[in-house]
């Protein structure tokens, strides 16, 4: 019994081969089947390591409620590691308190809860990502002139803080007028409609601020299709956005929520369980791609689904290094 | 002495035509009150009116002679008016019970009190010879004993009133005798009836005083004394009736339409049955027996096994309703509104309905021809009304008429027949009867379930009686009369009870 | 034949009515039977206190919203509100009881939310004479709305020691869902409450017979409108905060929970105990199937063969 | 001065103008001109014609929705099969096709198929149509997973590019589509005899039975219409966003319910028209964009949203009554 075990949760009684738990709220979504790619793939070296013999997958089919019971389902079977993306980033906390008090390490990352009872979080930081995307649009536009905001779902954490994270810019520019804000999934479609009845309710649109997800491909389409002239758009890394970045020549600028979030997710459970110490927070610095480096995002872009996300490259040494940053 | 519930020159129009003007009628204590009239002649229109469901345009409802400014169905109950629709007012999920005490259950600290409950639909389930559990949810009882419950659920209310509105249209023999030794016996408690049927033989023997509407008017108001059946008759039609059963004679060189042997569906049990062409062949007995089963087998509606069978040449049985439909069977259901008719749609629709489900899906359809074909049929058979209106606003006799005319274009060889004079009034029975007895003679075959017994009697070759699920008799023509039907129907072990 | 009845004290008539309606769906409650076997069978853990404890916690919202749907599918009416009705009762939990209202007063807001919500549809459809369902699609929109201006994103508070009640190892839920069911029961034993079924299947019959079908058919979306917010309290306290969005899933839950069960959707057909079985069988197949070690995959082609058999079975039957 | 409207013509006339088609036209006329005066570009020829492809789209799914709900169903799989078509035809892409036209037929006979299936569960398991639709589409999620992100190409499929692309003579391609299925719609629906067949089973499916209606193959044949105009949408929606994704059809399910009850058919079944389907389509657009131009908070465009439905239904859906 190793008394003082570094991280958090971890008790140190449980021993390798672990089985780790990884608690989805939704399956089916590209990115998500994406990210059960990278974090398969890092099972699979860590079983060759003889570090983990199992690999339990839950969908909770978008329903808090049921990832919830999800959980508790995971805790009953006695999983020795839970990775998470929560549903609600209120929702599990009580349930994941009793995960942690029962010594499973638990790391969540992408959609966050708000609690402190786990082993670590693994994000981006929203609200940074915010605040870049906005400066660089402001930059683009010569820092006056008019914009639309394409943001996420409303209620949800993740598209809240985005949308906070570029109030500051926003208001250090006053000459920069927001024309209309929408909320809609994070998917082409909607995107697309609403940038179309917002176009013929605004005859002069300077720049798009557009928070994430396929957001910003739908927007050019609106552009494209009304014969209107392409303006600054930042985005995500949607490879559908970052071939039509190319194809328009577009002035941009894109973020992303790297897939091997869930990988790396993987990787720190481990880690904590076999003693290491981890940071209770562990913050991924936004990789960014602009005019500089689309290019070689999109030589890799074959081997990504067409309605996927393009991520940057990872190995072992960069999880090592995003671990030992304090 | 005043009246205990009367109308006083009441009118009533729906979407502007009139259906009833300056109506008036009287209902006395311990007098039976007959209300006559064709079908759509407004007869549930006045009663709808007496017990406050509708509202009159002009005239007044009187209590006890006071004139009521606003009837509503509340009020009416207040005032002791009780009244059995047709099976109406049932709820088939709640047990009999339930459905007798629904909107006056005896109250216990504010919930209903089950006991009192018991005690009370027990009682007024005896009077009508209802002896199944009360708990049994009422969508598992047949339509005739439904028919009872509805009764048993007017008495529970201890009314002062009474209004039944044609009770037993679908009652057998015996249970329509308990019936009528029921109402004999609350009117001499001094209660107020007023009776609606379009079985003659039936109002003879109970009313007292008869008030006729024709389409909408008062004809006449006045006491049976000394009235017979054809001056009933004459009353409502006014003019002299014929025969209501037509005189024919056998068709001489009958041949074989449908045989089954072992025929089981349903009810039925293991039954040998010969169907000849030319002959009207009837299904008595008492109601509930199996007998609905029997028609709905050899239709191919429901589930049905048979050693060896042929349907008009064809071996097997149908084995779906299309099919059947192929080989020449036509089939009218007992119950119009549920199995029989689309409410909501046109007359002109519902009389298509056959064709459309014949014709080759995607040809074009003639809307001319459609209303041609409809206006056809309703003059043939006498139906009243718009063709493009939808068929719930037929009185119930015409929608009977709508259910069996549907099928008149397509000729059919075999036709199946249940109970289809239902609350239809004498004129229309007559033709209904002319109208199958010619179909016999034309060489093709009719089954007739009915529930009216001296209909069996007078139109039929062969009247086979069910009895749990068999075929107790099959009486001959030289064999048949009411007797013979109804001690068949009963089994020589409960001949007593029927006496 | 008739002294089974005349035999008896007339005393004795309730019991047999609550007998004959569960004819229906026996063959639900013996999958469900099946399923809790397989269940105790898998997570022997079951049956400690905190284990089912943990079980009946993650079914109760769930039985709440299928009765709050099958109270409205009885009466022929149905609700495409009832998950952003419970959002709406959780954010309302969430943003009074940490405040000056208190527990008892964040309680009453959310009670008199839901029947406030309920009453108002109930009007809506019931007086207007509007389908169900388009107006409570519309009223999902409202309400929803009203969520996320009460509560924009994920937060609020509630007090821990409510949670831990409610939600701890304890089996409260359990108990608080057997006072639900005999409260109904206490319903349905009113004469308000019996003709919900009366009203639901033969409105116009009902109406003649003195019914007041109206009132009748308002209440059961009043008593609706309350068992979701009540679901959303129970969720809010679950999870210790509200969440605007976290009911989004119970609507169409609602809704197969309650046929599942038995209950028509032509008003008048089934049993509450028939939706509970169903809302058990949804939460129950989410638990069986995790420790059968399904992949998502064979999760959702587990779960719309179970749900289709467990309908289809009994008719199979009914044919044969 | 008063004969016209006696006259055959004139109670035609009176009986269009007071039906509820034609009084959701009116309604979508009035919206249109009250926003074109609220909000400048609303009313712009390019826009309301924007709108109109738009509601192709929902238009061509509740076609489906329309046939199901008359003939007394539901479909609630309509948006996984809109998902499943758009998702799948990428990875169907044959050199030996240059037209595209295979692929497309090949995706169409596909969710024809899904949708006989809901029905043969409808008609034959005797499933509540609510519980079997919606188990289909849990079952397509499963097939989702499976197939999503499965194509490393983009499809350019020349066909399905031209539909959510090409404008002939000024109008998009959708709009003709959404044309020509409508004709096809109604005339199948009111001009023949399988067309009565589904009012009658709608209205009543014991007398439709016992009246010879082929009842299992008519409902059959009504899912399978469902299924096929889902997919055409899925096929409409994919060229116009020139991408499939997982939940591209999503908002397709209740807006199809809300277009059809919108347009006066009734929920019930037997009673209705897709010609009061189609301006439902157009008005639910036109309403989500209205909302989109509004400044307000989330909380207040979704109150908005619904409160706008509610006062529309007020105007068109009021249920008849029945016995
Ligand atoms: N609510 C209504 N709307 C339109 N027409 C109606 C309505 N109720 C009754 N009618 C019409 O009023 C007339 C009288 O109907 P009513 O039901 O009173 O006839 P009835 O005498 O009871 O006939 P039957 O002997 O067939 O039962 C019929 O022509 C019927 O079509
Ligand atoms: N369009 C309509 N809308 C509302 N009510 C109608 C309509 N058409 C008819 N009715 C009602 O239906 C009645 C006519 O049919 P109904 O079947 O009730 O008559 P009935 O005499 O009771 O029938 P039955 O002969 O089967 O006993 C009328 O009394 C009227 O109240
Ligand atoms: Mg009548
Ligand atoms: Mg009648």
Sequence with gaps: FEANAAAKCIKGDRKAPYTIGWANIYSVPTWMKQTQGTIEAEVETLKKQGLVDKLVVTDAQGDANVQIQQIQSMIDSDVDAIILIAGSSTAPARVIADACAKGIAIINFDSLVDTDQVTAKVNTDSSQWGDQAAKFLIDAIGGKGKILILNGPAGVSVSDDRRKGADAELKAHPDVTVLAETNTPYNVAPAQEAVTSLLFANPEIDGILSLGGALSAGAVLALDKQGRDQVPITGENARQFLELWKEKGLKSWATMQPNWLGAFAAYTAVQALEGKDVPAFVKIPLPVIDNSNIDEYLARAKDFPADGYIYSPYDEELFKKLLAQK | MAPLLAARGVSKSFFGNPVLRDVSIALQPGRVHALLGENGAGKSTLINLLSGALRPDGGTIEVDGRAVARMTPALARQAGIAVVQQELSLTASLSIAENIGLGAYPKRFGLVDYSALAARAKAACELVGLHEPLSTPVGQLPLGRRQMVEIAKALYRKPRVLILDEPTSSLSATETKILTDLLERLRSEGIAILYISHRLNEVMKLCHHVTVLKDGICTADRSLEGTDAAGLVRLMVGRDPGDLFPQWRPSPSPATAISVRDFSAGLMRDVDLDIRTGEVLGIGGLVGQGQEDLLLGLYGAIPARTASATVNGAPGLPGGVPRANALGLAYVPADRKREGLHLIHTITTNMMLPAFARLPALKLRSRRAERETARGLATQLGIKGDLARQAQALSGGNQQKVALAKWMPHDPLVLLLNDPTRGVDVETKREIYLMLRAFAAAGKAVVLLSSDTPELVHLCERVAVVREGRIAAMLERAALSEEAIVSAAMGAENRKVAA | MSTVSSARPAGALYWPVQARRNIGVRSLFLVVLAFLIAYGFLFPGLFSASGFAKFTQSWFPLALVAMAQAILMLTGGISLAIGPTVSLGAVIAATTMAGPLGVTGGAAAVALTGLGIGAATGFIVVRLRLPAIVVTLAGSFIIGGAALLILPRPGGAIPEWLSDLLAGDTPTAFVLLVAIVLLWKLYLATPLGLSLYAAGENPVGAYRSGVPVDAARVAAYAISGLLSTGAGLFVAAQTGSGDPVIGAAFTLNSIAAAVLGGIGFLGGQGTMRGALAGSLLLSLMISVMFFLGFTPVAQYVAQGLIIIGAVAIPQFRKVQ | ?323
């Design chain 4, 1 to 323: 001065m008063t004969g016209w409207k006696d006259s055959a013509g004139g109670r035609r006339v009176m009986a269009i103008l007071s039906s509820r088609p034609f009084l959701t036209v009116a309604i979508v006329a009035a919206v249109w001109i009250a926003a074109s005066f609220a909000s400048r570009g609303f009313g712009a020829y390019g826009h309301l014609r924007y709108l109109v492809e738009l509601g192709a789209v929902i238009g061509l799914v509740a076609a489906g929705q329309t046939f199901v709900v008359i003939a007394g169903g539901i479909d609630l799989s309509v948006a996984a099969i809109v998902t499943v078509s758009a998702i799948s035809l990428p990875l169907l892409s044959w050199q030996a096709d240059p037209t595209g036209l295979a692929p497309v037929l090949a995706v169409l006979a596909l969710t024809t198929i899904i949708g006989l299936v809901n029905g043969l569960g409808v008609a034959l398991l005797r499933v509540h149509p609510m519980i079997m639709t919606l188990a289909m589409a849990t079952f397509l999620q499963g097939l989702l997973i499976i197939i999503a992100g499965g194509s490393a190409v983009t499809a350019e499929n020349p066909l399905v590019h031209w539909l959510g692309n090409a404008r002939p003579a000024g109008i998009p391609a959708g709009v003709l589509l959404w044309v020509a299925v409508s004709m096809i719609v109604l005339t199948v629906m009111h001009a023949t005899p399988f067309g009565a067949r589904i009012f009658a089973m709608g209205a009543n499916p014991l007398a439709a039975a016992l009246s010879g209606v082929p009842v299992t193959s008519t409902t059959l044949a009504v899912y399978g219409i469902s299924g096929f105009t889902s997919g055409l949408a899925g096929v409409l929606v994919l060229g116009m966003n020139g991408q499939g994704y997982v939940g591209i059809g999503d908002p397709y399910l209740l807006a199809s319910i809300a277009a059809v009850v919108l347009g006066g058919t009734s929920i019930l079944g037997g009673l209705g028209t897709y010609a009061g389907t189609i301006p439902g389509a157009i008005l639910l657009v036109t309403i989500t964009a209205l909302i989109t131009v509004v400044n307000a908070s989330p909380g207040w465009r979704s109150i908005l949203f619904g409160s706008l439905i509610l006062g529309l239904l007020l105007l068109s859906g009021r249920e008849q009554a029945r016995r």
